[in-house]
């Protein structure tokens, strides 16, 4: 009975270390993992200069544009403080969209503009279908401000 | 009513349970599936809207969310069984984690390359070092390292011990793929996998997924007591009640 005891409490204390490190790991992951630079830490320098970096952020609504190739598109990405400029010559994720998160991975030209060679679409938790997800947003803003028409809102006709 | 439990660890006498055990779990496997796959194709709406606009593709979630939490599960039932072994180092917890490991590898493989084909038309990458993907991978590395150290050791016992404590390290990845990603602000939230939040899903999109999810739980019951009725014999050859198996025609 002692020796296995002994194992017990050996087992248990590998499982208590195993979830300390974890707990740890975890902490690590949710305060300083570098995965994309802001568009405020940009314009602060804080990005490595002539390397390839990530920017994220979201898209800013009404800035995409297509340029006369047709290939490349310009928009602007925003963390709601500072915005930059994006342009990317290929094709766009499916659920690329304007006011919705982007990672972009490139590099920062001198005109300020960051050239991207990879744009990836973030996506959200909610799997609706497109009438309930209406139904949901025009619900939604009708109980925020009653003045706000339904026409109105961003996003409630796509 | 005292029931003796270890009445059931003997090899000997749990090689017959498991056989009968196997088809129950091979129809509930089979019903369950055909039940989340025909909802999953047929009930549940083309595609998604809102914030979230979706395409046909979306569909790829029937397999790819029950694969990942069976990935992540078989993970701690695997780790259980061999932290029973080294404490009460009773043969038949080891051959159970020996059993459930390939199966384990199997849906985290699965996991990895539907995630890889639904990523390429939403994100725009087959692949990227977030977070979850990351710590997912290192998992399936997990599974093979557990593999193949038991079968590089030819001593069995020593092979269970050892094998046993790289399951027990491992099992740091299994809270670190569930919690890289759900984290309380979306925009902190540095990665691509998405948050889940079952509450945010379609009542029939979430009635295949769970369905299907069920089915995978019941596949991996069959498939592991399968595997450990083989590992029994194998282990066993040298003792009676297998010789005596093998000379009535293997039917026990």
Known sequence: MKARQKRMIFVGLAVLGVGAASAL??????SNIAYFFSPSQVLANEAPPGHVFRLGGLVTPGTMTREEDGLTVKFDVTD???TVTVAYTGILPDLFSEGQGVVTKGRLGNDGIF????VLAKHDEEYMPPEVADTLQTAHASGVGESVSASSIPGASN | MALNWFRFAAPASFYPIAGRLV???WVLTAVLLLVGLYWGFFETPDRLG??????????IIFIHVPAAWMSMWLYVVMVGWAAIGLVFNTRLSFMMANAVAPTGAIFTFLALWTGSFWGRPSWGTYWD???RLTTELILFFMYIGYIALHSAIDDTRRADRAAALLAIVGLVMVPLIFWSINCPDPSQCAALHQRSNLTQIEGNILFAMLMVALAFWMYSFATTLMRLRSIILTREAENTWVRDLVSKGGRP
């Open chain 1, 115 to 118: 050239y991207a060679e990879e």
């Open chain 1, 25 to 30: 790991a975890l902490s690590a992951l949710n």
């Open chain 2, 129 to 131: 070092w977030d977070p």
């Open chain 2, 23 to 25: 088809p129950v779990f």
């Open chain 2, 50 to 59: 809102g914030s979230n606009p979706q395409k046909e593709y979306y569909r």
């Open chain 1, 80 to 82: 709601n403080a500072e």
